[in-house]
């Protein structure tokens, strides 16, 4: 599926990510005052991975989201989040099990 991210000033792209987020923290950080208003942000996916803070990660994702679109000069449409291969092979995996959860640590 192709998406149209419009017109924009600059285009800002964001890599894998892999659970990190302690990293991506600093990376918004550091991006925050930079973005203008007809920029875009897009994430190129693989939020999940090898980290072990995915959660923290997809929190920081979002909230980082929610915080530029509270900003008057940025809408929704300019924050972009593709599916990497680590989101594929977690939806295969849910599509295939008929379930999804969170995997649990394996006792002793």
Aim: hydrophobic share 40%.
């Amino acid at each position: 599926m192709l998406v149209s991210i419009g017109e924009a000033k600059q285009i800002w792209a964001v890599g894998a990510v892999f659970g990190q987020a302690r990293t991506l923290q600093r990376l918004h950080a550091e991006l925050e005052p930079r973005l203008a208003g007809a920029d875009r942000l897009v994430y190129l996916g693989n939020y999940m991975g090898f980290g072990a803070a995915v959660v923290e990660t997809l929190d920081e994702l979002l909230a980082f989201r929610r915080h530029l679109i509270e900003r008057r000069d940025w809408q929704p449409e300019q924050f972009v989040a593709l599916r990497g291969a680590q989101e594929e092979m977690g939806s295969s995996c849910c599509r295939s099990s008929g379930r999804c959860s969170r995997p649990r640590p394996s006792p002793g």
